[in-house]
């Protein structure tokens, strides 16, 4: 219902936008959707880090694509104390992308290392059940916590803003955001954590790891290119 992969796709000259200088294009096609994603939580909806400079804010699942472009992106609007939760072995990585701290979430929760009224906003790349709840206890007033995946709190605060923010690929603004992105990837402030390829004809084995919800990077479809007699064919179709 909402896309598929194919060796061709068609696209507006206004949509389009230059790949950043210093990105491989499986990098370069591995970015839009998490980086898209983590700028508009935060920029738009995670107001902590872009409005007050210096705010404190845990990435819930720093190590998957999404929370590593979050991590990433929260230092560059402006947040200085960035809590990432992650493995143990991913905690290392974690830090290197800008985490002041890294949670173990195997072994530590969160929500009781992290103080009660010390957190600016809080970002949720995870969707573990009762994580807003948690947040609520967390937040100071004026706080801000954004779901990409999870549940709205069931006794929210009225003093703290709660959203579930999903992304689209259709967003008319996205082409404008690109250009903000292409600026972070350029001045190194934004960069591909890792990315593991799968082959198109194992496409099926891709989502399997990626619904288990342990995904370390990002996940990318290696797509075989079209041969040139079938491409007459498909663009006079």
Request: with cysteine; proline share 5%; hydrophobic share 40%.
């Amino acid at each position: 219902e909402n896309g598929a992969y194919g060796q061709v796709a068609v696209a507006l000259e206004s949509q389009l936008g230059p790949l950043p200088e210093n990105l491989e294009f499986d990098e370069a096609a591995a970015l839009p959707k998490v980086a898209l994603t983590s700028y508009k939580a935060l920029a738009r909806h995670g107001g902590a880090p872009s409005s007050r400079r210096n705010g404190s804010a845990p990435v819930l699942g720093g190590s998957g694509g999404t929370g590593a472009a979050g991590i990433q992106i929260a230092r560059a609007l402006g947040a200085t104390r960035v809590v990432a939760t992650t493995s143990a072995a991913n905690a290392g990585c974690a830090r290197g992308l800008g985490a002041a701290e890294a949670v173990d979430y195997r072994s530590q929760d969160w929500w009781e290392v992290l103080a009660d009224g010390s957190l600016d906003a809080v970002y949720d790349t995870v969707g573990q059940a009762g994580t807003g709840d948690r947040a609520m206890r967390k937040l100071k007033s004026g706080g801000y916590y954004v779901t990409i995946v999870g549940a709205l709190p069931s006794a929210p605060r009225e003093d703290v803003r709660s959203t579930m923010f999903i992304n689209s690929n259709t967003n008319l603004d996205n082409l404008g955001l690109l250009e903000t992105l292409r600026e972070l990837v350029e001045t190194d402030k934004l960069r591909m954590r890792r990315l593991k390829a799968y082959p198109l004809k194992d496409i099926l084995a891709a989502f399997q790891e990626s619904g288990e919800g342990h995904v370390d990077g990002k996940l990318i479809i290696e797509v075989p290119p079209m041969p040139l007699r079938s491409r007459h064919v498909e663009l006079l179709l």
